[in-house]
Nanobody, 123 residues
Framework: QVQLVESGGGSVQAGGSLRLSCAAS????????MNWFRQAPGTEREFAAG?????????IYADSVKGRFTISRDNAKNTAYLEMNSLKAEDTAVYYC???????????????WGHGTQVTVSL
C-alpha cells in the first residue's frame, strides 16, 4: 500500500521560509517522480514543482514559484522536500505531494497522493 505523508507546514509571515517533507512508503521511491501541488480554497489543485527520478533528477517549477521554491529528493530516506523561501500571501494553500512515473503538471494524472499540509502566509 502506497503512503505519502507530508509534514512541515505551518504559519509564517510574508518573506519567511518553510521546508516541507514528503515521506514515501510502499513503492520503489527511486523509480518515481515526486511532485508538489497546492490548492487554495475555492481553486483547482495546481502544480508547484516536480523532480524526476533519473537522468540527473530534472526539476520543473511553476512560474509562480520559480526562483523561490526548490524541490529535492533523498532516495536513501524515501523523502522529497520542498524548500520555500520569500513566501507570499498568495502561497497560502494546502500543499500535497504526488508520486508518478513522470513529472506531469495535470493533477488528474496522478494516482498516489498524500493528505496534504497547510501553509499559511500572513502579511
Amino acid at each position: 500500500q502506497v503512503q505519502l505523508v507530508e509534514s512541515g507546514g505551518g504559519s509564517v509571515q510574508a518573506g519567511g521560509s518553510l521546508r516541507l517533507s514528503c515521506a514515501a512508503s510502499g513503492l520503489t521511491f527511486s523509480t518515481y517522480a515526486m511532485n508538489w501541488f497546492r490548492q487554495a480554497p475555492g481553486t483547482e489543485r495546481e502544480f508547484a514543482a516536480g523532480i524526476g527520478w533519473s537522468g540527473g533528477f530534472t526539476t520543473i517549477y511553476a512560474d509562480s514559484v520559480k526562483g523561490r521554491f526548490t524541490i529535492s529528493r533523498d532516495n536513501a530516506k524515501n523523502t522529497a522536500y520542498l524548500e520555500m523561501n520569500s513566501l507570499k500571501a498568495e502561497d497560502t494553500a494546502v500543499y500535497y505531494c504526488a508520486a508518478g512515473r513522470s513529472v506531469v503538471r495535470d493533477y488528474k494524472w496522478y494516482n498516489y497522493w498524500g493528505h496534504g499540509t497547510q501553509v499559511t502566509v500572513s502579511l
